[in-house]
């Protein structure tokens, strides 16, 4: 028997993840508008021109390597010193800084009456005009990379910035597609960023030493923030569960008083001084991912599996559905409805913990405008604003594709106003196809 679209397995996965195909597109369209002549540096390119050097001028050249004073040059020059020095080059000097550095260095080397066959230098330093100045050298001496035409938003740089940049945001977008799918909302996740981030932060400096304090404390301060904040998500839950208060108007309360409590804890000023493995969980790196990466990761795994594989997930859909259909089929709305909202409070809580690592402090002004992110990414991933239907995964793509969109605007140099012309309007169409898709159902 013949399945229909909607029913085959093709057609659930565009109906439910239709959106990767967007993503998808935006890559390939902001890959072709940011293809670029690039001029590589680090170990590789160091090999590259040590090759080089050695080909065109022998063993037994004479080099001097000219790079600036950066952590790529740095690598470029050493892999260029090592490979030299294991072929039989001869590296006369080495320096890493402005030109007139290297005007110095070689001037130091002419000097003493040592010749130079060649100069080993990148794209920037080989351009500088230095080198015209000194009798036996001249610009066919000046070896560098070679270059190559690769896309700008390709490059493993920026990818590895837009997931880095993507993280936080979407752990938070993790309790608010919770949260609207059971057909609710949650404004306060913003300032919750804000209060986790003061919390600890202040946790840390005051009670367990600062930038001295041990692991024991630091974990103590970031439980302290994201538990706070789970606490406030708890108490909007009850007031909403126990009161009938809209959430819109619970959540947007909580989001002031939020707010308020991050500026009076912190007297309205960044909390710094705190311990350097702090700073690991925002700004460290494993297996070359950084850390908020694998945290998100393993947090959309665990969700996945909680909304697919889960009593609880069914739950939240059948409430988002007709919640007192859903009462009446024993489901405990009201159980059900407190742990969703302190689950977004706890993952904003957690976000602003990662935030503030990443920042080396503690900010009340963290989290600004955090929550109209947060919401974007959810209902472009497909979650609709009026319950019932959504997917952990889904809310992953939308805020890709939100990070996509505004690293691509960066990359081609958009104006700013501009930018949020563009992503109001994606969220505006997002919007409308899930209004037009419930029409059409």
């Known amino acids: 028997m013949e399945m229909k679209d909607g029913h085959s397995p093709f057609g659930r996965f565009f109906r439910d993840y239709g959106m990767i195909f967007v993503l998808?597109?935006?890559?390939?369209?902001?890959?072709?508008?940011?293809?670029?002549?690039?001029?590589?540096?680090?170990?590789?390119?160091?090999?590259?021109?040590?090759?080089?050097?050695?080909?065109?001028?022998?063993?037994?050249?004479?080099?001097?390597?000219?790079?600036?004073?950066?952590?790529?040059?740095?690598?470029?020059?050493?892999?260029?010193?090592?490979?030299?020095?294991?072929?039989?080059?001869?590296?006369?000097a080495s320096v890493s800084g402005s030109p007139a550095d290297a005007r110095r260095v070689i001037s130091e080397v002419l000097a003493r009456g040592e010749s130079i066959e060649a100069i080993a230098a990148n794209d920037v330093t080989s351009r500088w005009t230095i080198y015209?100045?000194?009798?036996?050298?001249?610009?066919?001496?000046?070896?560098?990379?070679?270059?190559?035409?690769?896309?700008?938003?390709?490059?493993?740089?920026?990818?590895?910035?837009?997931?880095?940049?993507?993280?936080?945001?979407?752990?938070?977008?993790?309790?608010?597609?919770?949260?609207?799918?059971?057909?609710?909302?949650?404004?306060?996740?913003?300032?919750l960023v804000a209060l986790a981030s003061v919390a600890g932060a202040l946790l840390i400096r005051d009670f367990g030493g600062g930038a001295e304090a041990s692991t024991g404390m630091m974990l103590l301060g970031i439980l302290a923030g994201s538990g706070l904040c789970a606490l406030a998500g708890a108490f909007t839950g009850a007031m909403i569960t126990t009161f009938r208060l809209p959430a819109f108007i619970v959540t947007l309360a909580m989001m002031l008083m939020a707010s308020g409590l991050a500026f009076r804890l912190s007297n309205g000023a960044s909390i710094p001084q705190l311990p350097p493995s702090f700073f690991l969980i925002g700004g460290g790196k494993m297996l070359g991912l950084p850390n908020p990466v694998w945290l998100m990761i393993v947090l959309y795994a665990v969700a996945h599996i909680v909304m697919t594989r889960m009593s609880f997930g069914r739950y939240l859909y059948a409430i988002g559905g007709n919640e007192e259909a859903?009462?009446?089929?024993?489901?405990?709305?009201?159980?059900?409805?407190?742990?969703?909202?302190?689950?977004?409070?706890?993952?904003?809580?957690?976000?602003?913990?990662?935030?503030?690592?990443?920042?080396?402090?503690?900010?009340?002004?963290?989290?600004?405008m955090y929550e109209l992110e947060v919401i974007a990414a959810v209902v472009v991933g497909?979650?609709?604003?009026?319950?019932?239907?959504?997917?952990?995964?889904?809310?992953?793509?939308?805020?890709?594709?939100?990070?996509v969109i505004k690293n691509g605007m960066n990359l081609t140099a958009v104006d700013p106003f501009n930018q949020k012309i563009v992503l109001g309007a994606v969220l505006l169409t997002a919007v409308l196809i899930d209004t037009l898709k419930r029409r059409r159902a």
């Open 24 to 92: 998808l597109l935006l890559c390939v369209l902001f890959s072709l508008l940011t293809l670029a002549e690039q001029h590589p540096t680090g170990v590789d390119a160091g090999r590259q021109v040590a090759d080089q050097i050695v080909n065109q001028e022998g063993s037994g050249a004479g080099v001097v390597i000219v790079t600036r004073d950066t952590v790529e040059d740095h690598a470029f020059a050493e892999a260029i010193q090592a490979e030299l020095s294991e072929r039989g080059a001869i590296v006369r």
């Open 132 to 191: 015209e100045q000194f009798e036996g050298l001249s610009r066919e001496q000046i070896v560098t990379p070679q270059s190559h035409t690769w896309p700008n938003f390709l490059k493993m740089s920026n990818l590895l910035g837009v997931a880095n940049q993507t993280a936080i945001y979407a752990i938070i977008a993790i309790g608010m597609t919770m949260v609207i799918i059971t057909a609710g909302i949650d404004l306060s996740v913003g300032s």
């Open 326 to 368: 859903a009462r009446l089929s024993g489901v405990p709305v009201k159980r059900i409805l407190l742990i969703v909202y302190t689950i977004s409070g706890a993952l904003a809580g957690l976000g602003g913990i990662v935030l503030a690592s990443k920042l080396q402090a503690g900010d009340p002004k963290f989290g600004l």
């Open 382 to 403: 497909g979650t609709s604003l009026l319950g019932g239907s959504g997917k952990i995964l889904g809310t992953l793509i939308g805020a890709f594709i939100i990070a």
